[in-house]
Each structure stands twice: as structure tokens, then as C-alpha cells.
């Protein structure tokens, strides 16, 4: 009973359109009264990398094989889907009964779950980012999971691993050992902070354990002055930054190994060490006298105006980095309301740059803004906006960026019509390109749903050994 919400279905019972609820505009809907020389420069570009094209091009990274051998950390999934999307064969090593990151939902409600076929449930980021990979269970824990793990390395070019700071060395599956096996091994490590060093991982360390102990949080959230907190960021930014330099690390291993090292190598990739590489002139400001940048919300430390303000029906960003952007902003608001514009341009403290950038010029600046926003829709702001030439966009709530028509027109929202799962909303493959675009072909498997194609077909297991290994809990 003490369960029974977790199962308990409270949806909103306002009806939902099925995706898209508004048609992708057409393309003479999108090219309407455009200029013919740019129309046609737009129709090219469209013609070489529109994505419904994808499927008739090959893949870049065709023949290269990756196990993903993470589990209950984003990171390294993260990572292993940009090979995924671009064509690798990756192979996700779960524990028996797969990968707790398959079980994470919103607020823990089942009703928020994929079911597949079979009954097996599974949350939406699992879905998202098991993208184009296959799945088998491995207990590695037992000796004949690790000796199964060794007869599959020969043929692997890429390992990712996030155990605990030489666990799998101490089981005799580390770089050291396998390299012995697959000397052209590429063997990814990814963690939070590090395998070494004073603050290396401990067990339990994820993504916010980052966030928090590398300068991103304490930058993040409204100044103190506005009684705000440090703020952590709400999507897993730095298992998504650490992500990817991992993935672009493994590559450039398996550039050099096949240019001129004619072997593999150990990578080490951290999420916090992604995110101190992102945050880059804070490290030459501290150095200089010392200073820590404060947490400064929607507001910019070296442009005003450059924010988000709020509106009748939300917020809305304006940006105006140089003094004629500054004065079309004020023009523009000046036709509503001219007494506004009259006290900005009017004050001699306003009219340079840097003299803007103090934090109660900022204060007086944003405060005259809001007086004007406050009253208008974002569609209305941006439209007034936009006549003067200044770069502004309202803040797009999830469901409205879904039937956003560029965004749909574009492809980078698209439904997966998948074996298992049914039609799954979601965000498609970012690596656009002329020849070999990536796409996605699946979402996330069943736990264990290649176990018999790829132990047959990478180690020579028959169904018998099959049998027998699931029977002694190896898979």
C-alpha cells in the first residue's frame, strides 16, 4: 500500500495532440517572400543535409566498435552516443539486471515509464541515451564474466569504464591487463573528479559532486543582494561537458593510434575538469588580483543590457552588447513608452559601454526595462524588438519548442517509432553533415537484448554456454 502512488496514474486530463499537434510547415511556407539569391543558397545547404536523407548515407565511424561499460552515471553514456550516432558499434555491458539509470523517472513515478512489449519498464533518459546501442548483461564480479570480457577485447577499439578508482585493475580487467590482450586498445576512464589526486572519486560520486566542487555552482543563482543561493544546473551539465570531451579524447586516441602511435592508449576524462575548461576567464581573473566572479543570475558582468526580463506571459532575453544596440533597445521602447527612453538616454552615466557596467547602473538600467516588458507578451516585445535590428527571443517553455517550426522543419525533434517502446518523443542527432550524417536508428534496448548475437558473434559462445552462464548469474 505504502507503494501504491509510485504506480497510481494522476496524469493531467487535459488532452493531449499527438506530435506534432501543428503540421511542419511546408518549404514554400518557409521560403514565402524570401530573396531569390538567398532562397537558393538556403534550398542547397537544405538539399545536402536535410536529416530525412540520413538513412541513404553511410555512417563516419563504420567499423569502429565501443563497449560502454559505465553504469549509474551519465557520463559515460553521454559519451558513447555521439559514437553511437555517427555509426560505432556500441555495445552497452550492464550488470545482470541492467543498469540502474534505466529506473530513474520523475518523482520516482512509474507512470512516467516506457513499457516495452515484454513488460519491461524503463525511464525516459535511459531511452534517450541507450540511442543506437545494443545491450548485454556481464557480471563481472565472477571470474567467468571477466574471462568472457577478455575473449570479446580483441576485437574492441574503444573501452569506457566509471568503476571506483582501480577496481577493475584489481580484477585484472584494467588497462594494464587488457592492453596485454589488445595492444590497439583505447581504454576511456570517466569520472567526476579523477582516479588520482587529493579529491579523487569515491564511491557515490555523481554529477553534482562536480557541479559543486569546481567554482559552477557558486557562480550560479541570483546575487545574494536578491536573497539568492548558489544553484546547481537542473539538467546533468557536467556529465554532458565531461561527455564530451571524453568522446572527443577517444577519438583523437584513435586518430593518433592509426596516424602514428600504431597502438592505443589510457584516457582519463572528468566531468569537473570538462566544466573548469568551459568557465575559462574566471582562472585569468582570479589570477590577476585575486577576484571571484559572483553569482550575478540573468544578468551579464560585461554587458548591459544582456538578459532575461520578465513578461507579461514569461521572460524574454534581449541582448545589446555595443551603443547602437543600446540605443535601438530604448528607441524601441520609446514608441510605448517615451518617458523611459527619455530617462535612460538622457543620463550622461549611460551612455558609454563600461559606464553601464557598474551594478547599480545595471539595477537602474533593468528595473526602466521591466517597466516596459512587464506589460507585453514575449511575442509582442521580441516583434517590437526585432523591427529595430536588436537580437532578442522570448524563453521558450519544453512544449512550445516542440512545435516550434523551425525546430520541426529542421528534424531535431522527432518521433521514434521503435520495436520495443512504441513512438518515443525525442531530441535527434546533432552531428549534421553533407556525406555521413549521424541519426538515430533505436532507443534504448531491452536489458540483456544482444546477449546471444554478440557473445556468438564476438566470443563463440553457443547457446548451451549461453544457457549455462545465465543459469550461473555471468549474464
Known amino acids: 500500500m505504502a507503494e501504491k502512488w509510485r504506480t497510481e496514474k494522476k496524469r493531467p486530463t487535459i488532452k493531449v495532440l499527438p506530435w506534432p499537434a501543428i503540421p511542419t510547415p511546408t518549404v514554400d511556407e518557409v521560403y514565402a517572400g524570401v530573396d531569390e539569391k538567398r532562397k537558393e543558397y538556403s534550398l542547397w545547404v537544405e538539399s545536402a543535409v536535410r536529416q530525412q536523407f540520413n538513412a541513404d548515407k553511410p555512417e563516419s565511424l563504420d567499423g569502429i566498435r565501443v563497449l560502454d561499460m559505465t553504469a549509474n552515471m551519465e557520463i559515460g553514456h553521454w559519451c558513447s552516443s555521439h559514437f553511437s550516432e555517427l555509426g560505432a558499434e556500441v555495445i552497452m555491458v550492464e550488470p545482470p539486471g541492467g543498469d540502474p539509470i534505466r529506473k530513474l523517472t520523475p518523482f520516482g513515478r512509474e507512470e512516467y515509464m516506457f513499457q516495452s ?4 519498464k524503463v525511464g525516459a533518459r535511459y531511452l534517450s541515451e541507450a540511442r543506437n546501442k545494443f545491450s548485454v548483461t556481464l557480471n563481472l564480479e565472477t571470474e567467468q564474466g571477466r574471462a568472457l570480457l577478455k575473449k570479446i577485447i580483441p576485437q574492441v577499439d574503444i573501452l569506457i569504464e566509471n568503476a571506483p578508482p582501480g577496481h577493475y585493475d584489481k580484477l585484472g580487467i584494467g588497462y594494464r591487463q587488457l592492453s596485454e590482450i589488445n595492444p590497439r586498445l583505447v581504454y576511456m576512464w570517466v569520472g567526476q573528479r579523477g582516479q588520482w589526486g587529493p579529491l579523487k572519486d569515491d564511491a557515490g560520486n555523481l554529477d553534482p559532486t562536480a557541479q559543486c566542487s569546481m567554482g ?8 545574494v543582494s536578491f536573497g539568492g543561493t548558489p544553484t546547481r544546473s537542473g539538467w546533468w551539465l557536467c556529465d554532458h561537458v565531461g561527455g564530451t ?7 583523437a586516441a584513435l586518430y593518433a593510434r592509426e596516424r602514428f602511435l600504431g597502438k592505443g592508449q589510457f584516457v582519463e576524462c572528468t566531468a569537473a575538469e570538462g566544466v573548469i575548461r568551459i568557465i575559462d576567464y574566471n582562472w585569468a581573473w582570479q589570477g590577476m588580483d585575486g577576484s571571484i566572479r ?3 543570475g540573468n544578468w551579464d558582468l560585461a554587458i548591459n543590457i ?10 524574454i532575453m534581449v541582448g545589446g552588447g555595443h551603443d547602437r544596440l543600446w540605443f535601438r533597445i530604448w528607441r524601441t521602447v520609446g514608441k510605448d513608452k517615451p518617458e523611459l527612453e527619455q530617462h535612460i538616454c538622457e543620463d550622461p552615466k549611460l551612455r558609454v559601454v563600461t559606464d553601464r557596467l557598474p551594478h547599480y547602473m545595471q539595477v537602474e538600467t533593468y528595473t526602466t526595462m521591466c517597466e516596459w516588458t512587464k506589460d507585453k507578451t514575449r511575442n509582442e516585445a521580441e516583434t517590437a524588438l526585432q523591427e529595430e535590428e536588436v537580437a532578442s527571443g522570448g524563453v521558450s517553455f519544453l512544449d512550445e519548442v516542440c512545435e516550434f517550426p523551425h525546430y520541426k522543419y529542421r528534424g531535431h525533434v522527432e518521433i521514434v517509432d521503435d520495436l520495443n517502446f512504441g513512438k518515443v518523443l525525442i531530441g535527434a542527432s546533432g552531428f549534421i553533415g553533407m556525406n555521413t550524417p549521424g541519426r538515430i536508428k ?29 543459469k550461473g548469474g555471468v549474464i
Open 117 to 120: 512489449k515484454n513488460g519491461e
Open 442 to 470: 533505436w532507443v534504448g534496448r531491452l536489458t540483456g537484448q544482444d546477449n546471444e548475437d554478440v557473445f556468438r558473434r564476438l566470443a563463440g559462445i553457443d547457446r548451451e554456454g549461453l544457457k549455462a552462464f545465465k
Open 294 to 296: 559572483p553569482r550575478y
Open 306 to 315: 544582456y538578459a532575461v526580463n520578465p513578461c507579461a506571459d514569461g521572460q
Open 216 to 223: 559552477f555552482t557558486h557562480g550560479t543563482g541570483a546575487p
Open 245 to 251: 570531451f571524453s568522446a572527443i579524447g577517444a577519438m
